[in-house]
């Protein structure tokens, strides 16, 4: 990637972007949600970055979601489609993509009490669509998730894009809406900022000694895992007498 100005790195939310995309692919990332409009610039990025990233790179297919879970079903579509964010785009795909006797469920509780979507009603009558609301998971729905992990089937590394000290907790919770990313990791027993996983190489150049070397460490785990916060961060992390929350 070009760094020929270092602002870019920083600040460009383009290169950001860029970046972010190159980690997920470099960590086998299963499914990635972007949101754009310019989906010829997106794709043209992403063969790019396929060519980066892999030594031996496959075609980039592109198809769209209808399309696609139509010819891996043979046209049998799904029997369950959750939607996990409040957009009417996304409800009325959810429904597109629904097969016979299927559910739309709403995991997304809309701030409009008047957010309107149109749902297909000759499916809801001929083909028993039905739709429902949900706004928690069960005791057993944890448990299965838990043994999932446990067996190594489902990996939570994936959720993590920041990991802080617990100095950082209060200011974190406060400033959340305004934080991007997934799951923010507190360890209890560490004094550091709330850090985006992907920002340790930056912040090690930004930092004074100790946490400098900290920041310089972590980043360099965190790129032998893909991209992924990871068991061996976490033994360094907490290992280092440097960072450790004194109260």
Not at 1 to 24: G, I, N, W, Y
Not at 29 to 38: A, G
Not at 115 to 139: C, M, R, W
Request: glycine letters at 8%; one cysteine or more.
């Amino acid at each position: 990637m070009s760094e020929s100005k270092r602002v870019d790195r920083q600040t460009d939310p383009t290169a950001a972007f860029r970046r972010e995309c190159q980690r997920l692919l470099a960590a086998k990332t299963p499914l990635v949600f972007v949101v754009t409009w310019e989906e010829e610039r997106l794709q043209k990025l992403l063969r790019d970055l396929v060519d980066q990233v892999f030594s031996n790179p496959a075609p980039v297919l592109v198809w769209t979601c209808t399309e696609g879970v139509r010819d891996l079903t043979d046209g049998e579509m799904m029997d369950d489609v959750f939607v996990f964010f409040p957009h009417p785009a996304l409800i009325e795909q959810a429904d597109e993509l629904l097969g016979r006797d299927g559910c739309l469920n709403f995991f997304a509780g809309p701030k409009d009490k008047d957010f309107k979507a149109s749902i297909n009603f000759y499916d809801v009558h001929y083909e028993g669509h039905h739709l429902a609301g949900t706004s928690g998971g069960t005791t057993e729905d944890m448990q299965m998730a838990l043994d999932l992990m446990s067996e190594g089937k489902l990996n939570p590394a994936h959720m993590i894009t920041h990991v802080g000290g617990l100095d950082s907790a209060v200011d974190t919770i406060l400033d959340l809406p305004n934080i991007p990313g997934g799951k923010k990791l507190v360890y209890v027993d560490v004094s550091m900022p709330m850090t985006p996983i992907h920002e340790f190489d930056e912040r090690a150049e930004q930092a004074d000694e100790p946490l400098k070397s900290v920041y310089r460490e972590l980043g360099r785990l965190v790129d032998h895992a893909g991209g992924l916060w990871n068991k061996e961060a976490e033994e360094f992390l907490l290992s280092c007498d440097e960072v450790q929350f004194s109260g």
